[in-house]
């Protein structure tokens, strides 16, 4: 399965550039803009969280939804000039930083 995936900071900063530049309350599509695996995600998150050795195993039986979920961002990109600041490596990283700290 293939996934789109955002920062919520990133979002956030979408939001408000739809909020101060959209007209007429047009829709904008605010993502990473490119897909990533299920795989992909759990290697980063593992690598993000210094599990390296982890056992992940999938299970290709199990039903599963729509096989690929990619979001179009060209109308945010071209109309409010927004295009994400943080990969998604560096957010899982800063996250996992966050959610230590608070431990």
Known sequence: EIRDSLLVHDFVRG???ALDHGR??????IA???????RRLVDLVLAASGYRDADVRFDARKPT??????????????ELGFSPAISLADGLQ???QWLRGRA
């Not at 990473?32 to 299920?38: C, H, I, Q, R």
């Open 15 to 17: 939001g408000r550039l």
């Open 24 to 29: 007429n309350c047009d829709p904008f599509n």
């Open 32 to 38: 990473l803009g490119e897909g990533v695996t299920v």
């Open 65 to 78: 939804s729509i096989p690929v979920r990619l979001i179009d961002i060209t109308k945010a990109r071209s």
């Open 94 to 96: 800063q996250t996992v």
